[in-house]
């Protein structure tokens, strides 16, 4: 079987949903996917300028008020027209609570309406990130009020990527 291309890419404010993506690019690597860690093929949402080369594309944006990072959403735009023709999976992060490990969290409008448009496989909800170390006033806020913390689950990460591995393996 030769090995498939898998990009993952993602739109961040803060970093958190990048670390989400880079842990779901090394699952796939070690899957045996070329989830092109090594040359980096997890990228920033912006730099995505084509999709064709590759076999899989899982693109993720940060949640801020109820909306999608806007950089998500213009690369699921700017490459729709490819990403109709190949599998896509699309992950949301944001809570800075266990909400979304409690239970499923639907797609927010713009990202519900992504998926229809790219006929996109799936879509997952995953905690979000906001700590001292985060920029900004209103996460310095939160984090003063005991509002922050760190809520991706790694494990739960992984998962998703194992599945993701395993429907691409299946589509031989």
Not at 16 to 31: F, K, S
Not at 144 to 152: I, L, M, S, T
Request: glycine share 8%.
């Amino acid at each position: 079987m030769t090995s498939k291309r898998v990009l993952v890419a993602y739109g961040t404010e803060h970093a958190a949903t990048a670390g989400i993506a880079e842990q779901i690019g090394v699952t796939l690597h070690e899957d045996g996917l070329d989830a092109v860690v090594l040359p980096a093929v997890v990228l920033p949402a912006d730099d995505v300028d084509d999709v064709r080369s590759y076999d899989g594309v899982v693109l993720g944006g940060a949640l801020y008020a109820g909306h999608w990072r806007r950089k998500a959403k213009r690369c699921a735009e700017r490459n729709a027209d490819h990403l109709k023709h190949r599998p896509v999976w699309l992950f949301s992060s944001g809570p800075v609570d266990s909400s979304a490990e409690q239970h499923d969290i639907p797609p927010v409008r713009a990202v519900a309406q992504q998926m229809e448009s790219l006929a996109a496989r799936e879509h997952v909800t995953f905690g979000g990130s906001i700590t001292s170390h985060t920029p900004g006033l209103i996460a310095k806020a939160l984090v003063r009020h005991g509002k922050g913390g760190d809520f991706r689950n790694p494990e739960r990460i992984q998962t998703w990527a194992h599945h993701i591995s395993a429907e691409l393996a299946a589509l031989n």
